[in-house]
């Protein structure tokens, strides 16, 4: 055991340091602070704000079967995505070192979570036959989607 002298102050989190990751996971856990706002729509994947400050942005988002966003990145953010139901499949496209056009997939289920910054560019889709739910932290930039398409020789070229 250790003494604390008395004056000692315990500074507060720095919640811009905290990998978005983490805060996927704890927004994740927290389910009543976003199960009000759980909706599916059959017509289009959801998506809402769950929470907002000068360093983040939180959104939740539901997958029905099928439901898939098309080829894009977020511009200049970076953030994660987590996995709190059901399986979601992330397709990332890229250009190898050299210069080949390569495609990974990505399996995600409950619990899993993936990272992206930059000219990140993926696709994410419900290919399972349940619906799935997701929270997203984006940094920086916000929530903004460029477009993209995928030639098959030189990989993904923005729209």
């Known amino acids: 055991m250790f003494a604390v002298p ?8 720095n919640p811009a340091l905290r990998h978005p990751v983490r805060v996927a996971l704890e927004v994740a856990a927290d389910r009543d602070r976003w199960r009000h706002l ?4 059959p ?10 400050d000068e360093q983040q942005e939180v959104w ?6 099928g439901q898939r966003t098309d080829l ?5 953010a970076s953030g994660a995505f987590t996995v709190v139901g059901g399986h979601l499949t992330e397709a990332v496209a890229r250009r ?15 619990g ?13 889709r ?3 036959p349940d619906p799935a739910i997701s929270i997203h932290v984006y940094r920086d930039a916000g929530r903004a989607m460029r477009p993209y398409h995928l030639d098959p020789v030189d990989g993904p070229i923005r729209d």
């Open 96 to 110: 190898a070192p050299d210069g080949r056009a390569v495609t990974e997939l990505h399996a995600l289920s409950a």
């Open 43 to 52: 017509d289009a994947r959801f998506a809402t704000l769950v929470s907002s």
């Open 72 to 76: 894009h990145d977020h511009a200049f």
């Open 6 to 13: 008395d004056n000692t102050l315990l500074r507060p989190e």
């Open 60 to 65: 939740l988002m539901s997958w029905l079967p």
């Open 126 to 128: 419900n290919d399972g």
């Open 112 to 124: 899993q979570s993936r990272v992206f910054g930059p000219g990140y560019v993926h696709e994410v």
């Open 38 to 41: 759980l909706r599916y729509d």
